[in-house]
């Protein structure tokens, strides 16, 4: 019960706090690391399915269902930007799981110029996260979890290091196909900055519920995320006095994130998303109609589970995901 109070506590703060002002470190931690997540609108804390790559987005959903898994997940983000993530999830003893897992990016080459448009050379941006997971079962339908995190991030010779963790609650009923999920998301900070100042880790506050329909084979998700701010920062664009910003309704879709899936037999999903707030932040005059929808669709061969989704993040590109799990149990001689 200390590990429940412990975990619902710690949940329930941000809803207290005021987001925080400042630069963000890491983006590679606002990224998708589930296929499956990504064609759902890129967020989600309430799916259960045995796919280790879910416990990125809580560590709630890693499980026994998960156990001896190993996922690989490859994202060409735009242009040059390349993301991947690799987990290792094993059940222990009867209640409890543990997991093992590393997400990268790199930002492709950049030419180092001097102050008089010289060019030097060329160097690397990248970042490195490790991640330590642990879930225990609460009871039959809860569950608990944490992850640790240790985030590296480097551009040209310089160097940065911080910690963060991830907590979360997860509840889900096999009778009525229902679940929902609480994460408190990369609480942390820099240790070691860039230079002289330190960047703020992009904490969040999610929750999330996801209900199978009874009589068909069509699944719901919602989620709603950045709960620890309220107005989002306008970017790129000046506010005049018949542009306010974003009304409430706009706002508060900015915090939503829908899903639904088709769920034809237990080797097959098709899934399709919406992200209000990458649609409206990505609005042009003209095109780009396709911004803040996600689409994608995962196959179980033999001892394999493919997936791959595709997403558009930014108005000139559409990036592309695959995923692959491997159950390892199964493929001993």
Not at 297 to 316: E, M, N, Q, T
Request: glycine residues 8%; charged residues 20%; hydrophobic residues 40%.
């Amino acid at each position: 019960m200390n590990f429940v109070k412990l975990c619902v506590v710690g949940c329930c703060l941000p809803l207290f706090m005021h987001a925080q002002e400042g630069d963000e470190g890491y983006a590679i931690l606002r990224f998708p690391t589930s296929a499956r997540v990504s064609a759902l609108g890129g967020y989600s804390v309430s799916l259960v399915e045995a796919d280790p790559s879910l416990v990125f987005h809580n560590p709630a959903l890693l499980g026994g269902e998960t156990d001896n898994r190993l996922n690989m997940n490859y994202i060409n983000y735009i242009a040059d930007v390349n993301v991947g993530s690799v987990v290792f999830t094993k059940a222990f003893r009867e209640r409890s799981a543990w997991g093992v897992g590393a997400t990268y990016i790199n930002y492709g080459a950049m030419k180092e110029m001097t102050g008089d448009n010289e060019q030097l050379g060329t160097f690397s941006v990248q970042d490195i996260d490790l991640h330590v997971f642990y879930s225990y079962d609460l009871s039959e339908r809860w569950r608990g979890g944490l992850s640790l995190k240790t985030l590296y991030s480097t551009l040209a010779e310089y160097y940065s290091f911080g910690l963060a963790v991830d907590a979360g609650l997860s509840y889900f009923n096999p009778e009525s196909d229902f679940s929902f999920g609480i994460a408190l998301k990369s609480v942390g900070a820099e240790l070691k900055a860039y230079y002289d100042e330190r960047q703020r880790v992009p904490w969040d506050f999610q929750f999330g519920v996801t209900k199978r329909m009874a009589h068909a084979p069509i699944r719901f998700s919602a989620t709603a995320m950045y709960l620890n701010q309220w107005k989002f920062t306008t970017v790129d664009r000046t506010l005049t006095s018949t542009e306010k910003g974003d009304s409430f309704i706009e706002t508060a879709l900015k915090h939503l994130v829908l899903g639904v899936e088709l769920l034809p037999s237990d080797n097959l999903w098709i899934g399709v998303g919406l992200n209000p707030k990458t649609r409206m932040d990505m609005k042009l005059s003209s095109g780009n109609a396709l911004s803040g929808f996600t689409i994608g669709a995962g196959l179980k061969v033999s001892r394999f589970d493919i997936g791959a989704s595709v997403a558009r993040y930014h108005p000139a590109a559409t990036s592309f995901m695959v995923s692959l799990t491997m159950a390892l149990s199964e493929m001993k001689p």
